[in-house]
């Protein structure tokens, strides 16, 4: 098993910034991704970072806005959110994959889930 704990989440102004983290324990892990669930909405996909480096990627409305890195001593993820909008709130969970198997953008794809972290967005 892998657990994985969030952290970071609150309450911003429009154009401020967050840091999410998402810390790791257990077993090994390829990948891990970031999405997101808005009131009333899907979950979605944010970001993705492939653990032993080299393979980033992230949805359309947050490039050049978000940044995906990770700490491979501490097995902390991060999620770098900067001018942040409204559209960005939502609980933002922090997904592991086991394996190099299925999409990074599908949460089907993804073996272990963090509780989530809540961040809202004024304007």
């Known amino acids: 098993q892998v657990q994985l704990v969030e952290s970071g989440g609150g309450l911003v102004q429009a154009g401020g910034s967050l840091r999410l983290s998402c810390a790791a324990s257990?077993?090994?892990?390829?990948?891990m991704g970031w999405f997101r669930q808005a009131p009333g909405k899907e979950r979605e996909f944010v970001a993705y970072?492939?653990?032993?480096?080299?393979?980033?990627s992230y949805t359309d409305s947050v490039k050049g806005r978000f940044s995906i890195s990770r700490d491979s001593a501490k097995r902390t993820a991060y999620l770098q959110m900067d001018s942040l909008k409204p559209e960005d709130t939502a609980v933002y969970y922090c997904?592991?994959?086991?394996?190099?198997?299925?999409?990074?953008?599908?949460?089907?794809?993804?073996?272990?889930w963090g509780q989530g972290t809540r961040v809202t967005v004024s304007s």
């Open positions: 970072i492939r653990w032993s480096g080299g393979s980033l």
């Open positions: 997904a592991a994959k086991r394996y190099a198997l299925g999409m990074e953008t599908s949460e089907s794809d993804y073996d272990h």
């Open positions: 257990g077993r090994p892990f390829y990948a």
